[in-house]
C-alpha cells in the first residue's frame, strides 16, 4: 500500500468506526426513572372511594411523558413483617427521564388529580427512582 492509500484508509476506518460508536451508544436504551406512589383513604375500607381514586388516577395514563401506568390495590398476600399493607390505592409510573416526570408533575391533568381527587385522601408517600 501507498502512503496516501494507508493515510486514506486509516481515515476512512476510524470514520466509520465513530460512527458505529455513535450508532451503538444513541441506540443504547436510556434508564427510565420510576415514580411510585402510595394513597392512604380518608376513609379506610371504603370501595367506594377506593374505586373513585382507582378512576381518578387512570386519567392520569393521557400524560403523553408517561410511558407506562399501573395502578394497584392491596393484594391478598402472605402477611409478612417486611410487607406494609397499610396503604389502599399505588401508582407505578415510569418516564424516560427526570424532564418527563417534571412536565407529568406541572401537567394540567394532574393538576386537575390533585383538586377532583385530593379529599380522597388522608396521605400520600411517593418513591422516585432512576433505574441502576
Known amino acids: ?5 494507508r493515510r486514506s484508509f486509516l481515515t476512512a476506518a ?3 468506526g465513530t460512527g458505529v460508536v455513535a450508532n451503538v451508544i444513541a441506540a443504547a436504551p436510556k434508564k427510565q426513572l420510576v415514580h411510585h406512589v402510595f394513597f392512604w383513604l380518608k376513609n379506610p375500607g371504603s370501595v367506594a ?3 373513585k381514586l382507582v378512576e381518578g388516577v387512570k ?3 393521557k400524560i403523553e411523558t408517561i ?7 392491596l393484594a391478598s398476600t402472605e402477611k409478612r413483617d417486611v410487607v406494609d399493607t397499610s396503604w ?6 415510569f418516564f424516560d427521564d427526570t424532564a418527563g416526570q417534571k412536565v407529568y408533575q ?3 391533568i394532574h393538576q386537575e388529580f390533585i383538586k377532583n381527587y385530593s379529599h380522597l385522601w388522608s396521605k400520600v408517600v411517593v418513591y422516585d427512582a432512576m433505574e441502576a
Do not use: A, I, Q, Y
Not at 389502599?88 to 409510573?93: G, Q
Open 88 to 93: 389502599d390505592v399505588s401508582e407505578l409510573m
Open 49 to 51: 372511594d377506593r374505586d
Open 59 to 61: 386519567t392520569l395514563s
Open 1 to 5: 500500500m501507498k502512503k496516501s492509500n
Open 106 to 108: 406541572d401537567h394540567p
Open 14 to 16: 476510524t470514520l466509520v
Open 67 to 73: 410511558r407506562k401506568l399501573h395502578v394497584g390495590v
